[in-house]
């Protein structure tokens, strides 16, 4: 039995429709890619009986055109006609940073209207961890430079309004990225509304300085949804060597959640992620430490 084909109010099939369609009707936005690469990089000590410090890191390229010109953005760039938006982030974050070859997650698409100055931009943006002695990073493209920031995400206000049928809760976020030539400063305002079963959420930036186009509210973004992923999910094993010890995870863990963790539940927390070797460190003036790895077997 033969099928006729659907027709449309016109008479048209769809092979008829697409082969009138005018793709000129309707105006069209660009799209970009911007990635959020994240590290812990050490910080060595003078006394060799401490402990080397750490901290959680962000990368950024220095742009080398116009807009932002000389001003500190997220490695990034337009998508092509012909390619995915994966795609683009991938050959994007290769030629501005010399990055190749590490798992990254799509992480939030931004599309305010005058988010760029050039024309209507949506952007797509994507989060990444890795463990910087495995990476390369080198300047090229159109950025004129690339260098690791120091992150520090401080909560410095908080309001909360009680409404008829819930309540809104304002907090005030400020961002510091910064190394020992650079120092970006913002400041982001977050709202959350609840009324009845209806959740609404928007952020915008108070003030921004060094920092380009909207990257800061993706900052922000990235770093409150870095840590609630690594609460049920094992992501954070991407910053860490194939070795390491208990002590070393549990201070990444610190870094990125912003606050202390008893040792004792932290272990019991983690038992099941991480594998137990033979080997211990070597430090000199530290006592030996066992050297565990992350159990790529966990149920």
């Known amino acids: 039995m033969n099928k006729q084909p659907i027709t449309d109010a016109q008479g048209l099939t769809e092979e008829q429709f697409l082969q009138n369609y005018d793709a000129g009707v309707y105006e069209r936005p660009s799209v970009t890619v911007d990635m959020l690469i994240f590290t812990v990089m050490e910080q060595e000590q003078n006394n ?13 390229i220095k742009r080398g055109q116009h807009p932002y010109l000389g001003q500190w953005a997220l490695p ?11 795609d683009a ?17 799509q992480l939030y698409t931004w599309g305010d209207v005058e988010r760029d100055p050039r024309m209507r931009v949506i952007s797509c943006s994507y989060m990444a961890l890795v463990d910087r002695t495995t990476l390369n990073v080198q300047a090229g493209d159109d950025a004129a430079d690339a260098a690791w920031f120091e992150v520090t995400h401080q909560l410095v206000e908080t309001n909360r309004t009680e409404l008829e049928q819930g309540y809104e809760l304002e907090k005030i976020i400020r961002i510091t990225l910064h190394n020992e030539q650079t120092s970006l400063t913002g400041t982001v305002r977050h709202t959350e509304t609840v009324q009845g079963h209806v959740r609404k959420a928007h952020s915008s930036i108070i003030g921004s300085e060094g920092l380009a186009f909207d990257h800061l509210l993706m900052v922000q973004y990235a770093i409150e949804r870095l840590r609630g992923k690594v609460e049920y999910t094992d992501i954070i094993f991407n910053l860490m060597p194939p070795l390491f010890t208990l002590s070393e995870l549990q201070r990444v863990y610190e870094i990125i959640l912003g606050k202390e963790l008893l040792a004792a539940a932290f272990r019991r927390k983690i038992a099941d992620s991480v594998t137990e070797t033979d080997e211990y460190t070597k430090d000199a003036g530290h006592r030996p430490s066992r050297l565990y790895r992350y159990n790529v077997n966990k149920e």
């Open 48 to 60: 060799y009986r401490k402990l080397s410090e750490k901290s959680l890191q962000l990368l950024l």
């Open 76 to 86: 990034g760039g337009f998508v092509s006609i012909n390619e995915s938006i994966e």
């Open 89 to 105: 982030a991938r050959r994007e974050l290769y030629t501005e940073t010399n990055i190749d070859n590490i798992y990254m997650e």
